[in-house]
C-alpha cells in the first residue's frame, strides 16, 4: 500500500543517517552527477556510442578504507550507490544488474578523470529490522581488480547492444510491465496500430 511504502522510506531514510559512513573523512569530487563520456576497452579501442551514467557519489579516500575483506591505501577512487533493500546481496553471487551499472559507472568516471577508480560501492539499508540486531546498512563491494570477467561481458554486451540499435530495422518492443514507463509504452504502442486490419504472419522455421 502507499502507507506502508512511505513508512518504509522514512524508515530507511532515517535508518541511513543513523548508520551512515563517517564522510567527513572522505574526499568528495562529484554529488549525484550526471555524465556522459566516450569510452574505450581495455586496449584503448574506443566504443561506438557515447556512454552515459548517472553517480550518487564518487570520492578519494583520505585514509585506509576496508571493505569486503581487502583494504584499500589512502588516495583511492571509490563510487558509491545508494540502495534501499528487502534483503542483502550475495557477495558469491553475480548480478548482472550491478555488474552493467558498475562497469558503466568506472568506464564513465575513468573517462572523465583519467583514473581507475578501485571499487564501487553499494551502501545496502535493508528495510525490515534485522533480528540479529546487526547493522541495517550494509556495503556490498564490487573491486574491479577482481572482477576482470566483468569487463570481458560488458564489451560483449556494449557491442552486441551498439549492433542492435545500429540496425536500421531494428524493432523496439515495448515493456508493458515497466514501473514508471509501462502504461505508456501501452498507450504508443496500440496507437500505432490504428488501422492495422490483421497482424502479419510469421512463418515457422522448418
Known amino acids: 500500500s502507499r502507507e506502508k511504502m512511505l513508512k518504509d522510506y522514512t524508515n530507511g531514510v ?3 543517517f543513523e548508520e551512515m ?6 574526499e568528495i569530487l562529484f554529488v549525484e552527477e550526471r555524465m ?3 569510452i574505450h576497452d581495455d586496449s584503448g579501442n574506443e566504443l561506438p556510442l557515447p556512454a552515459k551514467c548517472f553517480v550518487d557519489v564518487l570520492w578519494r579516500s583520505t585514509r585506509k578504507e576496508t571493505f569486503a575483506g581487502r583494504t584499500y591505501p589512502e588516495g583511492a577512487l571509490f563510487i558509491t550507490d545508494h540502495k534501499f533493500v ?6 558469491d553471487d553475480d548480478d548482472p544488474a550491478r555488474l552493467v551499472q558498475s562497469m558503466f559507472n568506472f568506464h564513465i568516471v575513468l573517462a572523465k ?3 581507475r577508480p578501485a571499487a564501487m560501492l553499494y551502501d545496502e539499508t535493508k528495510l525490515s529490522k534485522n533480528k540479529d540486531g546487526s547493522p541495517q ?6 573491486d574491479y581488480e ?3 570477467h566483468y569487463f570481458h561481458i560488458f564489451y560483449n554486451l556494449y557491442n552486441d547492444c551498439t549492433k542492435f540499435v545500429m540496425n536500421e530495422n531494428a524493432i523496439f518492443l515495448p515493456n508493458f510491465t515497466d514501473t514508471f514507463d509501462g502504461k505508456n509504452s501501452y498507450q504508443n504502442y496500440t496507437q500505432n496500430l490504428i488501422g492495422v486490419e490483421a497482424p502479419v504472419s510469421v512463418p515457422k522455421k522448418k
Not at 21 to 26: E, L, T, V
Open 14 to 16: 532515517q535508518t541511513y
Open 21 to 26: 559512513p563517517d564522510w567527513k573523512h572522505r
Open 36 to 38: 556522459t563520456e566516450t
Open 86 to 91: 528487502r534483503g542483502y546481496s550475495d557477495p
Open 113 to 115: 578523470l583519467g583514473e
Open 137 to 142: 546498512l550494509q556495503t556490498f563491494a564490487i
Open 146 to 148: 577482481n572482477h576482470p
